[in-house]
Nanobody, 117 residues
Framework: QVQLVESGGGLVQPGGSLRLSCAAS????????MGWYRQAPGKQRELVAT???????NYATSAKGRFTISRDNAKNTVYLQMNSLRPEDTAVYYC???????????WGQGTQVTVSS
């Protein structure tokens, strides 16, 4: 059973930076998509960024130019570097692993990011 463990959330001032990490335990398959989603209070969960096993990335408009997603396939870990953070980035950030071959999707437990002065 693959599990995702996120870390790196916290409280940061506007304009600051945070780096989120998500480590997957177990075998995740050679072809997969890892990503970050977020959910603010009272809002639906939304895509932030995804990265496929080959390295191609996709970003939400709100994340482009400020956030960078990357992965270390040897460690089964995905990262989200967040710069120039804004109060509207405040949310619980969830890691996601999708295996298109197995048609399986796994979520992490979430990590809180709060941007406030």
């Amino acid at each position: 059973q693959v599990q995702l463990v996120e870390s790196g959330g916290g409280l940061v001032q506007p304009g600051g930076s945070l780096r989120l990490s998500c480590a997957a335990s177990g075998s995740i398959g050679g072809i997969n998509v890892m990503g970050w989603y977020r959910q603010a209070p009272g809002k639906q969960r939304e895509l932030v960024a995804t990265i496929i096993s080959g390295g191609s990335t996709n970003y939400a408009t709100s994340a482009k130019g400020r956030f960078t997603i990357s992965r270390d396939n040897a460690k089964n870990t995905v990262y989200l570097q967040m710069n120039s953070l804004r109060p509207e980035d405040t949310a619980v950030y969830y890691c996601n692993l999708h295996n298109p071959i197995l048609s399986s999707t796994i979520w992490g437990q979430g990590t809180q990011v709060t941007v406030s002065s």
